[in-house]
């Protein structure tokens, strides 16, 4: 018999349509939700990216107007961070910590099901602001005053739906917290906690830190263009460059919350390919805590040519490339894992390898910026594009394509055509490279980002990247198709799927039981 | 189900159309805040459906918490998920008002002197704002003026008192916890009903302390930095003691009802808890902004 006390007696059986998706309380529903929610968004922002690469396939001005091209930009940033790698981490969090610690469900699943349900509204928000008069915002998705108080009617939406989206941030983190630090099973001790466990506590304690700054940050902005206030005019005493230190307190720790979880996904599935335990999974725990506090003193990297006093420059410089050792530990221990281990290369082991050499690259073009006087020269340059995109999408998104395929079995029972997925992983991969590789090199040689022209000596570099990009964008159809065919059938997945994993979601038969872990298992 | 309460035991609460019904209240309040401010008058009109309906939404959503509560099915790990819950709540929080801070910290220590010609600010002042001399707070609506002369609000006045009567509310919601502890229900109400109405005169001697801003020192929302750090962390304090007092008469409410034992109070707890956060955000008020 359940020992899950309901005041209703459902067990095993779920409530259907509304009462399950828009009521549910169920961890692995919500985490449906996040998922599909993440990956619907991940094509939305996608098609945004693919008309500012239409427009730069050739110099001059041919498809869009300015504003609409820099609109783009702006909504194409705003919904892959906020509507594509953050809803996607948490829908694994959502899946996998009740899973992974031993409980049944999350800890308060209640303000869980509210975390979800604002997305939709805050996006519907968000991207109405594309009909509206003035357009949808155009400023960047870093809102820098006093540019982004030219915005039109989509101003106030704007604020709201960042408003609107920290809340949903900030409730699911304490829900997130909530759970790992009360519903662990007996003798899940925190140093026996699966990574992934690990890396979202610390982003969760990120999230709680800095998504509260960020509301303060464009109340501010709203109270300066319609209440008078004068925290960013300079007339009235305040200072434009108080929003970007505001702004990247939170975004640089923001940073950190879109990659840590992917770190807590590749160091789950290096290991179970290795067929070894992860090397160094202490060290593991307290890089992650390094950067998460380092995280917190590095935000003026970002405003270096804003002029700042010469210390200010220099001990940013320095604790920013500090970053590189916590970061360096954590890409030698995957490779220490795989060094001597029985390898095979399934999709999410391929995705995985790829992420440890692409984000690397990110990691180098990262420290190069982080150098003060050679980032008076990359900044604001296709060189910072190219950059954040090699930590963001060979990063945060092959990632939770990693994550996507290693517990697809899990989820729905059935194993993914291994096949299709390794052709999707080759396209994706390939064309990645042939989108971002090329940025490195027009930036270097002084193609601004932010504009939708440029020097004719850029042309050939911008096709190739145009090319690329569609490519990408057309690969992700394969991926759709790869999950939805695995969730209608396919061959029957075992509850330890993969030989070499290790950990309690495995024990779980695949699917798992509605309710995760009805009585908490023993954890030696 | 009866034997829920063990640790070895684990509740799930039952599905809720609560939170769906917030998304779609908080979602249409601001789609009519956006739209007024975008100056259409009707989105006032909107703004106030969205605030009934996640007013319904807070009653109902609670209302069921409490029930559940009170029909004892929370076991101790529920009431610990709680307790983080609100714990980190409360640090989101601070965090809101430490970006406030930040500003005023920035605007004073950075802003203003580089404005008055210091260090770097030398050309900005030069050209920009020959002439300008900058005193926090004198002249801290900054080198337009903006908002006209104004004259600051003096610490040793009602912000002084206020003072005096947080920390006394502080201090009686206490005695009302040690009444709880000690199932002293009469100390238990008599201590919600005093840290009530300290709050409440609090609140009433910060609007009166608004009105003689506005109307005998011309400091306004609008008066620079100074007018825009003092009027918003002022501001989102008094609106989270507003907050906390409305939390309080509940609990009060409760208790009349004979809500709460001894041993288990969460509710109590985390409102007391929010009220010692609102207590201490004042302190870093008074000392910085009105004081120093
Ligand atoms: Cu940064």
Known sequence: ?524 | MAHAQSQEHYYIPHGSHWPIIGSIGVATMMVGGATWLNGAEQGRIVLMIGAIITLSMVFGWFGTVIRESESGIYNDQVDRSFRWGMVWFIFSEVMFFGAFFGALYYARIWSMPWLGGEGAGVATQFFLWPGFEAMWPQTANGPAQIGGEFKVMEAWGIPAINTLILLSSGATVTWAHWGLKANKRAQLILGLILTIALGVLFISLQATEYVHAYHELNLTLESGIYGSTFFMLTGFHGLHVTLGAIMLTVILLRSILGHFTPEHHFGFEAVAWYWHFVDVVWLGLFIFVYWL
Do not use: C
Request: no cysteine; hydrophobic share 55%.
């Open chain 1, 1 to 524: 018999m359940s020992a899950v006390a309901h005041d209703d007696a459902h067990h095993e059986q779920h409530p259907y349509w509304i009462k399950r998706w828009l009521f549910t309380t169920n961890h692995k529903d919500i985490g449906t939700l996040y998922l599909w929610l993440s990956l619907l968004m991940f094509f939305i922002g996608g098609i945004m990216a693919l008309i500012v690469r239409t427009e730069l396939f050739q110099p001059g001005l041919q498809f869009v107007d300015p504003q609409f091209f820099l609109s783009m930009t702006t909504m194409h940033a705003l919904v892959m961070i906020f509507g594509v790698i953050m809803p996607g981490f948490v829908g694994l969090a959502n899946w996998l910590i009740p899973m992974m610690i031993g409980a049944p469900d999350m800890a308060l699943p209640r303000m869980n099901n509210w975390s979800f349900w604002i997305l939709p509204f805050a996006f519907a928000m968000l991207l109405s602001t594309l009909f509206m008069d003035g357009g949808a915002p155009a400023a960047g998705w870093t809102m820098y005053a006093p540019l982004v108080l030219q915005t039109g009617a989509a101003f106030p939406f704007l604020v709201f739906s960042i408003h609107f989206m920290g809340l949903s941030s900030i409730l699911g983190a304490i829900n997130i917290i909530a759970t790992i630090l009360n519903m662990r099973a007996p003798g899940m001790t925190l140093m026996k906690m699966p990574l992934f466990v690990w890396t979202w506590l610390i982003t969760a304690y990120l999230l709680i830190a800095v998504m509260p700054v960020l509301a303060g940050a464009v109340t501010m902005l709203l109270t300066d263009k319609y209440f008078g206030t004068s925290f960013f005019n300079a007339a009235g005493g305040g200072d434009p460059v108080l929003f970007q230190h505001v702004f990247w307190f939170f975004g640089h720790p923001e940073v950190y919350i879109l990659i840590l979880p992917s770190f807590g996904v590749i160091s789950s599935i290096v290991p179970t390919f290795a067929r070894k335990p992860l090397f160094g999974y202490a060290s593991m725990v307290y890089a992650t805590a390094s950067i998460a506090f380092l995280s917190f003193i590095v935000w003026s990297h970002h405003m270096f040519t804003v002029g700042m006093p010469l210390a200010g420059l220099l001990f940013f410089m320095f604790a920013t490339m500090l970053i590189a050792v916590p970061t360096g530990v954590k890409v030698f221990n995957w490779v220490a894992t795989m060094w001597r281990g029985s390898l095979t290369f399934e999709t999410p082991m391929l995705f995985a390898i790829a992420f440890i050499v692409l984000f690397t690259i990110g990691g180098f073009s990262g420290l190069m910026l982080a150098i003060v006087p050679a980032d008076f020269q990359y900044q604001d340059t296709y060189f910072v594009v190219a950059h954040f995109h090699y930590v963001l999408v060979p990063g945060s998104i092959f990632a939770l394509m990693a994550a996507v395929y290693y517990w697809l079995p899990k989820w729905t029972g059935h194993m993914y055509n291994e096949r299709l997925g390794k052709w999707h992983f080759w396209l994706t991969t390939i064309f990645v490279n042939l989108t971002f590789f090329p940025m490195h090199f027009v930036g270097l040689a002084g193609m601004p980002r932010r504009i939708p022209d440029y020097a004719l000596q850029f042309t050939e570099y911008n096709m190739i990247e145009t090319i690329g990009a569609f490519g990408f964008g057309l690969s992700q159809l394969l991926f759709v198709y790869i999950v939805v065919q695995t969730i209608r059938g396919g061959e029957k997945a075992t509850a330890q799927v993969w030989d070499g994993a290790r950990g309690l979601e495995w024990t779980l038969p695949s699917p798992p039981p509605y309710h995760s872990f009805t009585t908490a298992p023993e954890v030696k």
